[in-house]
């Protein structure tokens, strides 16, 4: 994680302005211009955007401006779903069934299956981020639980379970070592404190402020805020580190500052915005 001192202040997200957007890639299977097909998830590090181009069956390597920094991440016939990178910039990427890490320079490292027993259902990975400790923590969507990981896929326990959990779609990390997930089809968040000892319930379905539809994708930025990919309302909504509703922005279109179907999102060194606007094909920076 970068100093403070190098950290520019974060958006006021109750005063997001449309104009003060930009979008990078359009629909395609190029890479030089960039091109998407659905962009499903994106992480940020050290200046770079980090995609999951879904449908593309690659993840993209790319600046702040839309230029490649590597070669794509090929995934052959199955596409990534989510992904994060760790501070040393290795790349941890899942296509729902296989976790697998990558170096910095985008080489294989190593791979890695979730953990179940005859009594599951066989896991299929929605998302990843990463702990403090540089530990990963994967949502099992259909066992309603995340599955965590050394970095070398040692397993080291779960988190939730069908009594707490319902279809997990988003995971993040706060500032508290607190665990927070987006139930996509239950139209709200858990936050779990204490290593997953008790939590807080967040939202509910609906339109207005605090209240989601189809939550998936989460980031947290440098003051604790949490942020969501807020789905089939197209908006990212921002909420406290205690669930109080802080501002939203975006809205449907494809037009400057609007998204379509946003699945997921990441926040810079510089407290900018990047959307992975799945429905639009592209990625929408707020800055």
Do not use: W
């Amino acid at each position: 994680m970068c100093l403070s001192s190098f950290i520019q202040q974060g958006l006021n997200y109750s005063e997001v302005l449309e104009e003060n957007s930009y979008s990078l890639g359009s629909l395609g299977m190029r890479s030089v211009p960039l091109q998407f097909d659905f962009p499903c998830c994106v992480a940020s590090h050290n200046g770079l955007i980090y995609t999951a181009d879904r449908s593309n069956c690659r993840v993209l390597v790319f600046d702040a401006v839309g230029e490649l920094s590597r070669e794509p991440i090929e995934f052959g016939s199955t596409g990534p779903v989510a992904i994060a990178v760790n501070k040393r910039g290795n790349i941890v990427v899942t296509d729902s069934q296989i976790i697998k890490v990558f170096s910095s320079d985008g080489a294989l490292s190593h791979n890695f299956l979730p953990v179940y027993s005859k009594r599951d259902t066989r896991p299929e990975i929605s998302a990843l981020t990463l702990d403090r400790e540089g530990n990963i923590l994967a949502a099992d969507r259909p066992n309603h639980r995340i599955q965590k990981f050394r970095i070398d896929g040692h397993f080291l326990g779960f988190i939730g379970g069908s009594m707490y959990l319902q279809y997990p779609s988003g995971v993040a990390i706060t500032k508290n070592n607190d665990v927070v997930i987006s139930e996509c089809e239950s139209h709200q968040l858990k936050i779990f404190h204490e290593h997953g000892k008790s939590f807080t319930v967040v939202g509910r379905s609906g339109v207005g402020k605090n209240q989601l539809m189809n939550p998936r994708g989460l980031a947290v930025d440098y003051e604790g805020n949490i942020l969501i990919a807020d789905s089939l309302n197209h908006r990212i909504q921002v909420i406290d580190s205690q669930g109080n509703f802080i501002g939203s922005f975006g809205r449907l279109g494809s037009g400057p500052g609007c998204l379509d179907t946003p699945y997921a999102l990441a926040v810079n060194r510089r407290g900018h915005v990047i959307v992975a606007d799945s429905g639009n094909h592209r990625i929408t920076c707020f800055t």
